[in-house]
């Protein structure tokens, strides 16, 4: 008959300090920070991000989610050309004024 298997927990603590890193472990100096946070408006044409916050009144919020745009959606900048600026969402194109996109918030993303 064979004996059930049991833990001590002083062994269970000497494997897990065991496998955790050194105190002056450094990550990767290649790996990047915190994404900067920037306005959708200073995005450069063909450049991916995702809405980080909307800095409007709720009626305007409204009417984007409305449109598919609210925070956490992920946009491409198709067009940014110092007035309007078209934006892909999914499988729509939608064309915001600058007084608007200087309220959203995004985050860039780094292309793969």
């Excluded at 450049?47 to 305007?60: E, G, Y």
């Excluded at 934006?87 to 200087?102: H, W």
Aim: proline letters at 6%.
């Amino acid at each position: 008959m064979k004996t059930p298997l049991r833990s001590n927990p002083s062994t269970i603590k000497s494997v897990a300090l065991r496998t955790s890193a050194p105190v002056n472990f450094r990550p990767d100096t290649n790996m990047s920070s915190a994404p900067k946070e920037q306005l959708l408006a200073r995005l450069p044409e063909a450049s991916w991000a995702h809405i980080h916050r909307v800095s409007m009144d709720t009626p305007t919020r409204v009417r984007l989610l409305g449109m598919g745009i609210g925070v956490g959606t992920h946009v491409e900048v198709l067009r940014n050309r110092g007035g309007d600026i078209v934006i892909a969402a999914g499988n729509n194109r939608i064309s915001l004024g600058r007084s608007i996109t200087e309220h959203i918030v995004v985050h860039q993303e780094q292309a793969a």
